[in-house]
């Protein structure tokens, strides 16, 4: 292979830039969790590249492998939990979950 | 030799374009179902990106897992919720998120400009090669049932009770419907008294179903 492995670790970089910063600046429960997703993605990338860099054995995608079987629950029960939410308020807006505030 | 290693960099620069401009679609996106188209842009930008570092079997699962459940799990709610999925006035956030955002930026940024700094000083031909299988199911799958066969189940387990909370939490407070109907006015899981009143007719009935069956 002759692209080096730190052109994919900067690709993860900027793409978990890009989740962290939707999950702060939006406020669309939907987005918040796309955004997560995201970030999950660029740490699998991250594992993934390093696996590479060392291949005496697959220690990194087998961890990537975990990773997107838990990122499937994440976003299994984080969709439930949304579709809860907007049964309870009417909008999937983040700012609205002031239950525990007052 | 040439030949393949300009495939190799136009195939890692269609990849990387795929995957970071379908993360700003994402994140900028108004409407959650672009929001997800982009996201599943993305998932097939960094499937390139597994292909290149020898993951066939990580590509495989990705699209499967990703573009196959998680993105369709995506439109099925944003479809489930319609208009009410977008919420009006999305980008006014408040200064000290703009500021953590910004700050997380300039870390990245750093971060990424020193490591290519210095793996430019440390030489380019650091990828070592890989034997035959490397990356193949059959390779992963010996790993997984032997060394990790433990985090192996344990995630099984984590799916199992990932369903049971999914269903607990999306059910919502409704009445078992082989139950004793309530009385029709507290019968819409509405605010306040009328759903304690509903819980209380329900718990009730259960026990009673309960002891019948005793």
Known sequence: ?102 | MTNMQLVERVFFALAALLTLGGAIATVAARRPIRGAMGLLTTILGICGCYLLLHAEFLATIQLIVYAGAVVILFIFVVMLLGSSAESPADGSAALPRYLAAGVFVACVLGAGTLMLRVSADRGKAAVPAVAEHFGTIEKIGRELFTEKVIPFELTGALLLVAVVGALAVGRGKQADPTLEPADPSTQDGGKGEGSAITEATTAGAASAHAGDRA
């Open chain 1, 1 to 102: 292979m002759t692209i080096p492995i730190h052109y994919f670790l900067v690709l993860a970089a900027a793409l978990f830039a890009t989740g962290a910063v939707g999950f702060l600046l939006r406020r669309n429960l939907l987005v918040l969790l796309m955004s997560i997703e995201l970030m999950l993605n660029a740490v699998n990338l991250t594992l993934v590249a390093f696996n590479r860099l060392h291949p005496q054995n697959h220690g990194g995608q087998v961890l990537a492998f975990f990773v997107i079987a838990i990122a499937a629950a994440e976003a299994a029960v984080g969709l439930a939990i949304v579709l809860a939410y907007f049964r309870l308020r009417g909008t999937v807006r983040s700012d609205e979950a002031t239950a525990l505030k007052h």
